[in-house]
């Protein structure tokens, strides 16, 4: 006979949805710090987590490889299943898959490196990178990495892509996180950048991470009109001329319009 109270299973359901919910907090800041893995101090203070709290959901986690620890760093990775599950969970013809090979076209005519960004709730993730032949590539930020969907130009091209409605409700909660990296950054500069790329046709951005840095980024769209993803092209500021910022959004609305073309031919919809 079950003895557990109505109260105590409710705690126990509490309880074990916190515990999920703090695996998964765990987990995205492990895929945001993935290429060069991230410390257990960094890991737990990150997620707002005591030590021991933190140390015992990551057991876990590495008995299911959901992460896996450098030996000699001590560093924390996504695991092999987490693979396993993107490979599961992946469409059989994928946004990406149609995309990737014009992105490496573009890279390898221009020489520079080329992102792909879509959108994921609040954020813009990169899900897709091809890099040129020029000596000096643009490593802005690697493939699974979450920021603000208004960070980078793919990001805003695919932001101003969308309805004033949603870019009002993202606005909201995107400027107080900016303003995290970037304290100066204000509602009002958003809207600005939102229409500067609305009226050029395409994002021009200088990488708050990176000053030296300059990316032009237009936007993808499905055949029914809804912005699918950004693509942008970066290279160091010194190379991106005006008359190579224009070379390089000739090329990606080129590509932009193969792309939806082939999506079109293959009844690719949100």
């Known amino acids: 006979m ?10 126990i359901s509490a309880a074990g949805t916190q515990t999920l919910q703090r695996a998964f907090a ?29 140390h015992r959901i990551l057991q876990g986690l590495l008995a299911e490889q959901a992460v896996r620890q450098d030996k000699q760093t001590k560093r924390y990775f996504l695991g092999p299943f987490i693979y396993e599950l993107g490979l599961a969970a992946a469409p059989k013809l994928a946004l990406r898959d149609i995309v990737y090979p014009y992105m490496k076209s573009l890279a390898e005519h ?5 992102f792909m960004t879509v959108r994921s709730g609040f ?18 930020i690697d493939v699974g990495l979450h920021r603000p969907l208004n960070a980078g130009a793919s990001g805003m091209a695919l932001l101003s892509a969308m309805s004033d409605d949603e870019i009002a409700r993202l606005a909201r909660i995107n400027v107080e996180r900016t303003r995290k990296r ?27 991470e990176l000053p030296l840095v300059l990316s032009v980024g237009v936007a993808l769209r499905y055949p029914d009109g809804v912005p699918a993803a950004g693509l942008s092209i970066s290279a160091m500021a010194s190379r991106m001329s005006k008359a190579r910022q ?21 009844g690719i919809f949100p």
Do not use: W
Request: proline residues 4%; hydrophobic residues 40%.
């Open 123 to 140: 954020d813009g993730v990169c899900v897709a990178r091809a890099e040129g032949s020029y000596p000096i590539q643009v490593h802005l």
């Open 182 to 208: 970037n304290p100066g950054f204000t509602e009002a500069m958003l809207r600005a950048n939102v229409n500067a790329t609305r009226r050029r046709g395409y994002a021009l951005n200088k990488a708050f």
């Open 110 to 114: 221009t020489g520079d490196t080329v």
């Open 2 to 11: 079950n003895s557990v109270r109505p109260e105590s299973r409710k705690d």
């Open 26 to 54: 765990l987990l995205r800041i492990i895929t945001k710090h993935n290429s060069q893995g991230i410390r257990l101090v960094d890991l737990y203070a990150r997620a707002g987590l005591e030590r021991p709290t933190a």
């Open 246 to 266: 224009e070379m390089a959004v000739r090329c990606l609305e080129d590509a932009v319009l193969s792309i939806q073309a082939e999506l079109a031919k293959a």
